[in-house]
């Protein structure tokens, strides 16, 4: 039988601001194709963690291995090349740029992975089901269609991990059930391996398995409920 290959590998890992210790020593693996919630108070250390996993941020102690890479061991260009090739990340601010058009958007993302390519952009738009939407500005988008075209943004480097932090925290009911479909669809098609931070339990059901984190601990982890 084939054991699951690891996607995130932590020992011990740690992250203080001053005499904040935001990630309390942790151990935690996560299998590729896993789609992991994590969910605690505000201020519990949630974005911490997924800053370290996408190598946004770096960690004050123990080891961290993303997809096979040592993230302590890079250095800046070497994080910046990690984040490219391996990583898409969603926020709960779309942060897209209100002049330019859902195309474009996605397009800019491209220009800072590789190079610009329309037809590819374009095709990231279709699979998240905005064909038809190209050429609308942000402004001219519903909540949800943002957070799609968002989506369209973080898949366009075929990632092998993406991370998504709050990313139906603006949306209502509605939104929010579409945006977690989509990230269902994807993955079951792309494979990549998801960790998704949330306050709401319902959102949370969505992912195969939960953490908990409380104070910068790791309190509880469990198989999820499955998505309602
Ligand atoms: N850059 C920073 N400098 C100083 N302290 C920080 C920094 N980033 C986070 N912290 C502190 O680390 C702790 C964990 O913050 P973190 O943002 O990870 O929590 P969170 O669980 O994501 O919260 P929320 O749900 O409110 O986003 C908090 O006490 C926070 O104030």
Redesign the pocket.
Known sequence: MNEARMIVETSQLTRS??E?V?LKPLDLTVPEGEWLSVM?????????LLNLIGGLDRATAGTLRVCGADLAGLDENGRARFRRETVGIIFQQHHLVPHLTALENVMMAQYFHSVPDGAEARGALERVGLGRRLRNRPGELSGGEQQRVCIARAIINSPRILLADEPTGNLDHASTRMVLELLRELRGAERFTVVL?T?NPEVARWGDRTIH?DD?VLVRDERSGGAP
């Not at 605690?40 to 911490?48: D, I, L, Q, V």
Request: proline share 0%; no cysteine; aromatic share 6%.
């Open positions: 601001y001053g904040i935001a605690g108070h505000s201020g519990s250390g949630k974005s911490t931070v306050h984190l910068g």
